[in-house]
């Protein structure tokens, strides 16, 4: 019996064009009730990563794919498939590396091997859409003598930045920022500073602050004014807004704010033509507002959440999807009881007559540092089997 065990140095979340280290751990357990322990042989052992693309048959058409015959794959082979027996297709994969070939481990030993690979910078972000999946994998493949092979998998999640793959570094590094009392490697060097760099565009990009009013009307006239700071957020932020009723002409009664993404399959790959979009609501705030003269809410968003993208297939985009509640007639109270002299109670009509409509301002949403990222992912760093 041999365990594997498979751990991600930073975290499980990455930015594409950064470099995904793993430390692969082959350790033969020395157990204490054994009473004849032996060496075992492992033939080779190799890693890959790939994207797994899954789309819904009600939702998506597809052209055939001939990658679906990689599923059924027998066991037995002594090929090393890194999607076999995955769902979807596999859209997007590195060059598989072999981590050693002919592998004797004692009693006890272990042994380690340090995989590390530059995420590819043009496939899609990490996704789970009610239309569309697509899932990262770092696949590790080891088979002992005349064994089966066994493949080991580590899900990780992947944020795509728009621009960094056309940043050029400076070529003179005696000009670029470094610490003088570490020895890096030239690949975790540039790794840092493309995180650094991304850290510094989404700062500079969602930091923009402008005024932006509009306002808030039916047929009727004007029911208040809505205001705005930023529209470009990252994920983890909260979108924060203010609303002005006092100059309004038409009482508002109530209102609700909801934090949406829309997801759209592009035309040429619609089952139905025509489909209508799928929205997914992560934070909402509704809110009774008559004589309320100002309101504001806050909205975050989930770091655990998909910036918007676009692919050949799928589009995914944010909005804030705003619901008013008007009065239909003259929003007076009732007098109940009291005269001059005496205290006055004033209470709510029993019947009114509404109005209602909605109104939706898209928000660009953008990614956040993956450190971040990670404190929240539901993938593990950590992950093992037994063979």
């Known amino acids: ?79 090393f498939v890194p999607n076999r027996g995955e769902r979807g297709q596999c859209i997007l994969s590195t060059p598989p590396k072999i981590l050693f070939c002919d592998l004797r481990l004692d009693p006890g030993e272990s042994k380690s091997y340090s995989y590390c690979e530059t995420l590819p910078v043009d496939g899609p972000p990490s996704f789970r859409g009610q239309s569309v999946k697509y899932v990262y994998k770092l696949t590790i493949g080891c088979q002992r003598v005349n064994s089966p092979i066994k493949l080991l998998r580590v899900p990780f999640r992947v944020l795509v ?75 983890g932020e909260d979108v924060i807004g203010t609303f002005n009723f006092s100059e309004g002409d038409i009482p508002c009664l109530q209102f609700s704010v909801s934090l949406q993404t829309e997801e759209s399959i592009q035309e040429e790959f619609q089952r139905r033509r025509g489909q209508p979009v799928s929205f997914t609501v992560h934070a ?5 507002c008559l004589h309320t003269a100002q309101s504001s809410f806050s909205l975050p968003i989930p770091l655990s959440s998909t910036p918007g993208f676009t692919t050949n297939i799928v589009s995914l985009k944010w909005r804030l999807h705003f619901e008013f509640v008007t009065s239909g007639e003259s929003a007076g109270t009732c007098l109940v009881r009291g005269s001059q002299s005496e205290a006055v109670t004033w209470t709510g009509v029993e019947h009114m007559e509404v109005d209602t409509f909605s109104w939706d301002l898209p928000i660009k949403v953008l990614p956040t540092n993956p450190i971040l990222a990670s404190y929240v992912s539901q993938f593990s760093s950590t992950n093992s089997i037994t063979i």
Not at 13 to 33: K, R
Not at 194 to 203: H, K, R
């Open 161 to 235: 930045l728009h621009g960094l793959k056309d940043y050029q570094f400076p070529q003179d590094e005696a000009v670029a920022p470094s610490n003088p009392f570490l020895e890096e490697e030239e690949g975790l060097k540039k790794d840092s500073r493309l995180a650094d760099l991304a850290t510094e565009l989404l700062m500079v990009a969602t930091s923009r602050r402008s005024l932006h009013l509009y306002n808030i009307s039916n047929t009727r006239g004007k029911v208040g004014t809505f205001c705005i700071f930023k529209t470009v957020y990252k994920i």
């Open 1 to 79: 019996m041999i365990e594997v065990l498979a751990k991600l140095g930073r975290g499980p979340v990455f930015l594409a064009g950064e470099v995904l280290e793993c430390v692969i751990t082959f350790t033969n357990p020395l157990s204490a009730s054994s009473t004849s322990a032996s060496s075992e042989m492992l033939a080779w052992a190799s890693a890959q990563i790939h994207c797994q693309f899954h789309a819904s048959e009600n939702r998506v058409s597809l052209p055939p794919s001939d990658g679906s015959k990689h599923d059924v794959q027998a066991e037995n082979e002594t090929v």
């Open 284 to 288: 909402r705030h509704q809110e009774s």
